[in-house]
């Protein structure tokens, strides 16, 4: 996988000695863990954190135009999304939180994907032609299922790994327990994939846990966690990577989860709802920005001419025409926010009957509204 290292080598070290690639201007710092890639991988990586970079900026400008819902910045966090899917195959089964929209680039972003944020239920499916879940708001939630997916995928001799991405914050979940100990008892080859970002909305990652890292508590249910230097695309690459040929042989016969905590900042609010002016320092943000994972990509790339101004450009506007294509393709999509009501419950709950009724007088009141016309 990488030039001189095996998975063990990567993945047999202190919970808290990061692994890390890239110093933060795109200097090797540890020639050993560079992973050997094609130029054409490297220069599609970089162009997925590009594009990664701009969607960010579009959904949060369509966002203030209200033609999308609230939605998660990802900027800051790309590295992290795009290294480590970068290090399965096509069709491991991957689920995620709610702010992993690179993860989805990486597997090129199919359009459905604006449908969850602008309010159509059909957003809520799974994308099952690319082995992606449903996206999770419910925190922790997903990692029992994306646990029992890899479970499943063993007992049916089925050489494929299930990695779950999910943020500091659902580490104090139950849900995370249970699936960490599920998975260190079961043999499940799952790789936990946390995306710490020093923060989950306004409380920060100092107390969330009383651990030093978080990497260590995969330690308490009998397996490896190791952190990674999630600002780097090549560090979550090399690790993602060892944590899945572990999942797929651990050796005795046996698949192993691995948990990996991968450290890096979210520069923007939690969401377009949040204002963190009142809970953290613009400081903070801006020593952040100094590790940024798309500059020291593009250093790297640059000093070995994978990459120069000319294939920039040309990037920069094919990334301008998909995202064009897929907004207003789902701008052309109709809604009807009867859906709302109708893929929970078989038969609907009486509360959600008089919510119904609600919504019918207010179209009757209203008339042809624009959002309540609904026939
Ligand atoms: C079970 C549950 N409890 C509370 C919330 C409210 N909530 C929404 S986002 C969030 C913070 C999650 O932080 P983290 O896991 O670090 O992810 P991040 O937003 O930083 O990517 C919380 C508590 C929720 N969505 N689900
Ligand atoms: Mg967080």
């Known amino acids: 996988m990488s030039r001189n290292v095996s998975a063990r080598d990567v993945l047999d070290r202190a919970p808290d000695d990061r692994v890390q690639v890239l110093d933060t201007d795109g200097t090797v710092v ?24 701009r969607f960010d900026e579009r959904m949060i400008s369509l966002q203030r135009q209200g033609r999308l819902g609230t939605y998660a910045s990802l900027a800051g966090q790309e590295g992290s999304q795009i290294g480590s899917t970068y290090a399965l195959a096509d069709d491991d089964m991957l689920s995620y939180q709610y702010r ?33 879940f449903p996206l999770n708001i419910s925190i922790g939630g997903h990692l029992p299922h ?25 580490t104090s979940e139950g849900d995370f327990h249970e699936a960490m100990n599920f998975a260190g008892v079961y043999d499940a080859p799952t790789v936990f994939f946390c995306n710490n970002n020093q923060w989950a909305i306004s409380v920060p990652r100092e107390t969330q846990t009383a651990s030093a890292t978080l990497a260590q508590k995969a330690h308490a249910y009998g397996f490896e966690g190791v952190q990674v230097d999630g600002m780097d695309p090549l560090a979550t690459y090399v690790v993602t990577r060892a944590a899945r040929e572990k999942a797929l042989d651990a050796g005795d016969d046996r698949r192993r989860p691995t948990l990996i905590e991968a ?6 609010a939690h969401t377009t709802a949040d204002d963190p002016d009142v809970y953290r320092d613009e400081a903070e943000v801006d020593r952040w920005r100094r590790r940024d994972p798309i500059d020291r990509f593009e250093a790297y790339l640059r000093d070995r001419s994978v990459l120069g101004d000319d294939l ?21 999509v109709d809604a009807d926010p009867r859906e709302m009501f109708e893929f929970t419950y078989e038969d609907p709950t009486p509360r959600l009957d ?9 179209r009757d009141s209203h008339g042809d509204h624009e959002l309540l016309d609904l026939e």
């Open 30 to 53: 540890d020639p050993a863990l560079e992973p050997d890639l094609e130029p054409a991988t490297l220069r599609s990586m970089y162009r997925d954190m590009r594009f990664c970079r």
């Open 100 to 132: 992993e929209h690179g993860a989805l680039v990486a597997r090129d972003l199919p359009w459905e994907y604006l449908l969850y944020w602008m309010g159509h239920e059909d957003g809520n499916a799974a994308l099952a032609d690319v082995d992606v």
């Open 146 to 170: 994306a646990v029992g997916w890899s479970w499943a995928a063993k007992l049916n001799d089925d050489e494929r790994v299930s990695v779950v991405h999910f943020g500091d914050g659902s």
């Open 263 to 268: 450290i890096q900042y979210r520069y923007g």
């Open 312 to 332: 920039i450009r040309e990037i920069d506007a094919e990334i301008e025409d998909t995202l064009e294509t897929i907004v207003d393709r789902t701008e052309d």
């Open 354 to 362: 008089e919510q119904r009724e609600y919504l019918e007088d207010l």
